[in-house]
Nanobody
Framework: VQLVESGGGLVQPGGSLRLSCAAS????????MSWYRQAPGKERELVAT????????NYADSVKGRFTISRDNVKNTVSLQMNSLRPDDTAVYYC????????WGQGTQVTVSS
């Protein structure tokens, strides 16, 4: 199983970023996928989850209305569109699959700062 995130970077408050995760080594379309994040000195938290077919999504209260998770079961990718970014969104963002063992990518840094 391999999960490779991309798309992080430095953005000003109010800006947008789109994270992507390329998955391989398992039947991607069979499993829900999630994005987590971990800020310095804090525990890793669940940001968003999408069902295997993409019809159901769930979000942390802190990102509802600002972030959108999506997936492409042909390209084996899952994305996180992040709008109206705030400084407290600064964290390392991880793509995750539970197969049921949990697998993680290496993470991508998102920094929101002026």
């Amino acid at each position: 199983v391999q999960l490779v995130e991309s798309g992080g970077g430095l953005v000003q408050p109010g800006g947008s970023l789109r994270l992507s995760c390329a998955a391989s080594g398992f039947t991607f379309y069979s499993y829900p996928m999630s994005w987590y994040r971990q800020a310095p000195g804090k525990e890793r938290e669940l940001v968003a989850t999408i069902s295997s077919a993409g019809g159901r999504t769930n979000y942390a209260d802190s990102v509802k209305g600002r972030f959108t998770i999506s997936r492409d079961n042909v390209k084996n990718t899952v994305s996180l569109q992040m709008n109206s970014l705030r400084p407290d969104d600064t964290a390392v963002y991880y793509c995750s699959a539970r197969l049921p063992d949990a697998y993680w990518g290496q993470g991508t840094q998102v920094t929101v700062s002026s």
